[in-house]
């Protein structure tokens, strides 16, 4: 039994390391322990991955470009004078599914990257959630994840978390260490599964 | 995935590990941008009336008031009668170029048509020749706004981008890459 979750091959592709990241670029870093932490729960503990938030986000987004190319079709069609009614109708709709995506963004998905099911070996209970959620506060390379735990058989709610500079877990060149890593994820994960136990 | 060795002059990485919800969502962050600002232009057009709220001065005709390269900014209510001494940005039928130039002479017919004589103020001429073949006088469908407010030197940016095309569409180019590829 191999020591990682994830096969060395996977973590690190030849000779583009896949969680390679820019060195002092902290969103890059960050995106990277994210893409990491999905990637152990995705692929190492063979959750499946839940696309509800990004979807409703990609909705969203793809009607206020609807509005918008709407607007810009119609007008071209009817030269500006006529146009002004639907063109204020547009504007409108517009700027209400902004507002909409934004409360999407900042209420509905908040720091979360990734949920994911899984579900019940006997088959009976309803799948338990795993909701990961990780924070990057400006200035500062204190890297929180939080990994949350909705057991499915009783729906109780349970969270850990883990706060560190991010130089712990990388290398000199931006390399995303899976010895560093991989293994707080997973003590995270496990301390979960006997919290659920008690 | 073969980039030609662009990964080492763009910061590609998190590109190469999207997957493809994320690469729908650059695309449609990028066509939000997009968006936005057209819908910004468009809300300024139903605002102002006119549809072209902001146009730049293209010649030193109105020397000093403005000069080549100034932004103005237009309305176009219907209901403000035009009078001597507006400046007014206007359009000869069937050419695409709006003239900034000062009204000089309004005849105000009983039916509340008004037509139009305008000058440009360092011009020596008033704007009979630059007008239509035949046509004498302006009227208020030609006009595309009064100017209400500018902003100096700004629209150097926009002669510059016209006068040489390729440059815009680097120019572009450069930032819609850079849009698609930044994650937020």
Redesign the interface.
């Known amino acids: 039994m191999g020591q990682f979750l994830i096969p060395e091959e996977e973590w690190s592709t030849g000779e ?1 390391k ?5 060195l002092w ?1 902290a ?2 870093m960050k ?2 322990l994210d ?1 990491a932490a999905k990637t152990i729960f995705v692929d190492g503990f063979k959750y499946k991955e839940s ?1 509800r938030l ?2 409703g ?2 909705a969203i ?2 009607l ?2 609807s ?3 709407f ?2 079709v119609w ?1 071209y069609l009817n ?3 006529q146009s ?1 009614p639907v ?2 109708a ?2 409108a709709a ?2 209400v599914v ?1 507002c909409v995506l934004t409360a999407h963004m900042v209420w509905w998905e908040k720091n979360i990257f990734m949920r994911a099911y899984q579900s019940d070996p006997a088959g009976l209970d309803p799948d338990s959630v795993w909701t990961l959620s990780s924070n990057l506060p400006r200035y500062t390379t204190d890297y929180t994840i939080t990994v949350q735990f909705k057991d499915g058989s009783t729906g109780s709610l349970n969270e850990v978390s883990i706060t560190k500079p991010m130089s712990v877990w990388y290398d000199g060149t931006g390399l995303l260490l899976q010895s560093q890593y991989e293994p707080e994820i997973r003590k995270l994960h496990d301390q979960l599964i006997s919290k659920k136990k008690d | 995935m073969n980039l030609l060795g662009l990964e080492s002059v763009l910061p590609l990485d998190d590109v190469m590990r999207m997957n493809k919800r994320q690469l729908c969502y650059q695309v449609l962050n990028f066509g939000m941008i997009v968006s936005s600002a057209l819908m910004i232009w468009k809300g300024l057009m139903v605002l102002t009336g006119s549809e072209s709220p902001i146009v730049v001065v293209l010649s030193g005709s109105m020397e000093p008031a403005f000069h080549r390269g100034d932004l103005l900014f237009l309305t176009n209510i219907n209901e403000d009668p035009i009078r001597v001494g507006d400046i007014c940005v206007f359009k000869i039928k069937d050419r695409d170029i709006p003239i900034v130039h000062r009204v000089i002479k309004v005849h105000e017919q009983a039916d509340g048509n008004s037509i139009f004589l305008t000058k440009g103020d360092n011009n020596n001429v008033d704007d009979r020749g630059l007008y239509a073949e035949g046509q004498m006088w302006l009227s208020r469908s030609d006009v595309i706004g009064r100017a209400r407010g500018y902003v100096p030197y700004v629209g150097m940016v926009t002669i510059i981008m016209n006068d040489y095309p390729k440059f815009k569409y680097l120019v572009l180019a450069v930032l819609g890459i850079f849009v698609l590829i930044h994650r937020e």
């Open positions: 583009k896949k969680f390679q990241s820019t670029d969103s890059s995106n990277t893409d696309h990004i979807d986000r990609l987004s793809l206020a470009c509005c918008a190319a607007a810009l007008d030269p500006f004078p002004r063109l204020i547009c504007v517009y700027y902004t």
